[in-house]
Nanobody, 120 residues
């Protein structure tokens, strides 16, 4: 599995960004695809993911309403639309694929990460 993330950058507080991750090599054995982020000195934390067999989404409760995940099956691309961004959202964002449930736990494959910086 290869994952290519894009869409990070610098945005002002209150602004929006859309992250995308193109996946290749996915098979029916893969369970979910989604997004994590990592703050300096911290472990990666799950944000949102989608179960590949039926599209059921999961989103971290604290982010619901600001972040929305979507999956384009034709393009094998998962996107994370982020609104009302805050400086504390500044982090490196990673897309990842899991091969077992739940879709937000212990991914087997990671993308390269994309930096999101939110200025105050």
């Amino acid at each position: 599995v290869q994952l290519q993330a894009s869409g990070g950058g610098l945005v002002q507080a209150g602004g929006s960004l859309r992250l995308s991750c193109a996946a290749s090599g996915l098979t029916f054995n893969h369970y979910g695809i989604g997004w994590f982020r990592q703050f300096p000195g911290k472990e990666r934390e799950p944000l949102s993911c989608i179960r590949l067999n039926d599209g059921k989404p999961y989103i971290e409760e604290s982010l619901s309403g600001r972040f929305t995940i979507s999956w384009d099956n034709a393009k094998n691309t998962v996107s994370l639309q982020m609104h009302s961004l805050k400086p504390e959202d500044t982090a490196i964002y990673y897309c990842a694929v899991t091969d077992r449930e739940p879709c937000y736990y212990n991914p087997a494959y990671w993308g390269q990460g994309t930096l999101v910086t939110v200025s105050s």
